[in-house]
């Protein structure tokens, strides 16, 4: 009977020491004994030699990441070379797109004294985008290896991109055929280049009814776009009178498109595609560098920058003195940084508030776009700035963890003057969030007392100093390290500049190249995936769980002081304005930033303190304004009510009383009210958390820890004795040997 019990717990400590060596350490000893791949940052990842083998990582790449720059000047070359681009005027003038009532037509015909008057113009004209695909040139493509990745595109991708942005923008609806006009095509033929699509002779003399823009999709497996693992490019082809694209071309690049052996992907890889389409179709929509010249005041529809264009000499962002077609200063400025880094910003003003608000600088000029160098002669970039922008969807390298269409890129496009936004479709970055002026204009690392490199108070959360730091991503989403590369080992051999220097001595150190180099969390590690270290998925449970983490919709990411990121459910509450945190069935509160908090895990023998996060970047619906105050107004962080600070938009409209500004706003509960419904209840599995730290951990053994374990050893020992004592045989027995 004893032996029997004997038995089954060493099986259970057998079983336990199997399952963890299957579960967490079956990745570090994978990850070593393939290539160590610590800092797998998509952005870069091409640079280097390591075979990162992630999928994702493959199948992820923004068609136009700055790596391919090739690419990136083979598309400027497409929009550059238009007469449009060279004067402002569209080639064909008696090219028009049939309106009723447009509001800036309207406008004119009232100015000359000859139409009805127009009581009101805003907002009641537009109505949802309606888009439309043309597939003929990717269906031709066609054969039994690309079926699957052609039905997925068109089954999958673009259904759902088209959904995210007619819900997101609306336009003045086009009332009759939309027809294309031959004088912006390629050789008057192609869509953008003569590699993508062939536009329908109906569709130049017919049109098109029912839309508002048309999409051409091709899949031509072209080496001009199609190298540097891009997934896809895309171009504006066709314009209205009042320059709003109205077409454009959709190259899909189909042998990156990874799917499942019976052309299924996971939700993941879906999610990854659709986030690249809906990046993609906003450069044709108009983020891009060669569309800022032709926005237009949205109550005029006066030209922002005036017409024939004409050039200016600038110093860009590579330093390079040009002679250039440029916006105007009311849409882009040139800035030398305080380290003499050279920038150009969107200055318009709902971008500009926006900006503004999201760091809480009302100081800034407006938002900084991209300042490395992308392209032999580019001058400024297509997206928003890596280090101030960096898991927008709209910045240059796609996050790991999180890309978010933002506030900013739909106010962007109402500073066109072609669209009105739908917020509700966008979501605030915690990146930056309230952290103030010296967030967005000072230095990501700084030199302590010591003379190390470390993280100033600004940029806590966001950066990191120590390539072996484990933390979590900025919205809390992911567990994450750190990423640090070494600039020396990887090819082509491009070392930061000095300015981008931050640590003392090792100058070929830094984190990605286009956040200016400063370390941030972007880095997965032990060989996982990013979803894999995302709090948010059950399935990512641990068989064993030493910090009694909790994986599931309502788990963040918190950082405890040991170094490392986990896992545990949270719950932002409105009448206290905190955030509350789980540990091991109790609700303990963060009422301020960084306030640590003493908790115990693992069957309560286990010591350990835990870091709030800024409470902005879990509850950004609590902590900041809706929307950024959709560009209507200005967020006062500092508003009190009743005593509790409690941020609040002060809308430009004083009669605007819409807590974001604007109309769109719909609560999406991503805070409670109040903490009512959350209830301690202290459950634990008793021998886990035990075992786990016998195997692993012995550093973290606490006293109690050391009593228990003693404890538990006697235990054995005894059993053991009785055991043997049972098997030793009688004295007589013994004689037999
Ligand atoms: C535009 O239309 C007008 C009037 O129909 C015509 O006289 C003119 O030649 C046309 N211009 C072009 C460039 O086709
Ligand atoms: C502020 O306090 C007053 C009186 O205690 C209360 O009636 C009111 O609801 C409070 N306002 C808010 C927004 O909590
Ligand atoms: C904005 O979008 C949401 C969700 O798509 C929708 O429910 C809402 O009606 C839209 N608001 C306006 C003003 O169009
Ligand atoms: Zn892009």
């Not at 003399?205 to 080496?223: K, N």
């Not at 567990?479 to 930061?496: A, E, F, Q, S």
Request: charged residues 20%; proline residues 5%.
């Amino acid at each position: 009977m004893m032996r029997a019990t004997l038995i089954l717990v060493l099986a259970m400590v057998a079983s336990r020491l199997g399952g963890s060596g299957a579960g967490v350490n079956a990745a570090e000893s994978s990850a070593s004994g393939t290539r160590v791949t610590e800092n797998n940052v998509r952005g870069t990842a091409k640079y280097s030699n390591d075979n990162y083998g992630v999928r994702r990582v493959q199948s992820i790449h923004k068609s136009d990441s700055p790596e391919a720059a090739a690419i990136r000047q083979e598309l400027r070359a497409i929009e550059e070379k238009t007469q449009r681009s060279q004067t402002g005027f569209n080639v064909d003038p008696n090219h028009s797109v049939p309106y009723d009532n447009h509001p800036w037509e309207a406008r004119r015909k009232m100015q000359e004294g000859n139409g009805a008057a127009q009581s009101q113009f805003a907002g009641t004209f537009f109505k949802p985008m309606r888009i439309r695909f043309e597939t003929k040139s990717l269906d031709d493509m066609r054969d039994a290896s690309n079926a699957a990745k052609i039905d997925f595109i068109k089954n999958e991708i673009l259904p759902r991109t088209a959904s995210f942005w007619s819900q997101a923008l609306a336009v003045v609806p086009v009332s009759g055929p939309l027809r294309i006009s031959t004088g912006e095509l390629d050789n008057r033929e192609y869509c953008g280049d003569y590699e993508f699509t062939r536009v329908p002779s109906e569709h130049i003399s017919q049109g098109i009814e029912g839309a508002d823009l048309v999409l051409y999709v091709s899949g031509t497996p072209s080496s001009r776009f199609c190298s540097y693992q891009t997934l896809a490019v895309a171009v504006a082809c066709n314009f209205d009178q009042f320059d709003r694209p109205i077409a454009g071309a959709i190259n899909v690049c189909l042998s990156t498109v990874e799917l499942n052996a019976d052309g299924t992907a996971s939700p993941a890889v879906i999610q990854d595609n659709v986030d690249v389409a809906i990046h993609e179709v906003s450069h044709i929509l108009g983020h891009s560098s060669n569309s800022y010249r032709f926005f237009r005041d949205p109550d005029t529809g006066e030209a922002l920058t005036p017409r024939p264009f004409s050039t200016r000499q600038v110093t860009c962002v590579d330093g390079v003195s040009r002679s250039l077609i440029l916006p105007a200063d009311n849409t882009m400025a040139f800035v030398e940084a305080s380290n003499g880094q050279r920038f150009a910003s969107i200055v318009t003003p709902k971008v500009r508030a926006i900006a503004r608000n999201q760091f809480d600088c009302q100081s800034l000029d407006g938002a900084q776009l991209e300042n490395q160098p992308t392209g032999a002669d580019s001058c400024t970039g297509d997206h928003w700035d890596e280090r101030l922008y960096y898991d927008n969807a709209l910045s240059g390298v796609i996050s790991p963890t999180t890309n978010i269409l933002t506030p900013m890129t739909l106010a962007l496009f109402e500073d066109s003057g072609w669209y009105k936004a739908n917020y509700t479709q966008a979501r605030i970055s915690p990146w930056g969030l309230g952290a103030g002026c010296d967030f967005a204009t000072g230095p990501c690392i700084a030199t302590d007392a010591n003379g190390a490199a470390s993280v100033p108070d600004y940029g806590r959360g966001y950066f990191c100093s120590d390539k072996a730091q484990k933390g979590c991503s900025s919205g809390h989403t992911h567990k994450m390290g750190c990423t640090i590369n070494d600039y020396y080992h990887i090819v082509p051999r491009d070392l930061p500049d000095k300015h981008f220097q931050y640590f003392d001595g090792l100058p070929t150190l830094g984190g990605p190249r286009q956040a200016d180099f400063c370390p941030l969390f972007g880095s997965t590690y032990e060989g996982l995936e990013a979803e894999q270290l995302d709090c948010r998925e059950s399935t990512n449970a641990n068989t064993y769980n030493l910090y009694s983490e909790i994986w599931g919709q309502d788990s963040r990411c918190i950082e405890s002081t040991a170094g490392e990121g986990r896992c545990y459910r949270t719950a932002c509450v409105q009448d206290i304005m905190a955030l509350k945190i789980n540990v091991r069935g109790e609700w303990l509160t963060c009422q301020y930033d960084f306030q640590e908090l003493e908790t115990r895990v693992g069957a309560g023998l286990l010591a350990q303190t835990i870091t709030c996060p800024r409470l902005s970047t879990v509850c950004p619906d609590l902590f900041a304004c809706p929307f950024n105050c959709a560009g209507r107004g200005i967020c006062n962080y500092a508003n009190t009510v009743n005593g509790t600070v409690r941020p609040q938009c002060e809308c430009f409209d004083q009669k605007d009383t819409s807590p974001g500004c604007s109309d769109s706003l719909i609560p999406d509960g991503a805070y409670l009210e109040n903490g009512n419904g959350l209830f301690n209840n202290l459950e634990e599995n008793f021998f886990d958390p035990l075992i786990a730290v016998f195997v692993d951990h012995p550093d973290l053994w606490a006293s109690a820890s050391w009593a228990w374990a003693a404890g538990l050893l006697t235990v054995f020992f005894v059993l053991l004795l009785c055991i043997c004592s049972s098997c030793l045989p009688s004295p007589k027995g013994s004689q037999k040997y």
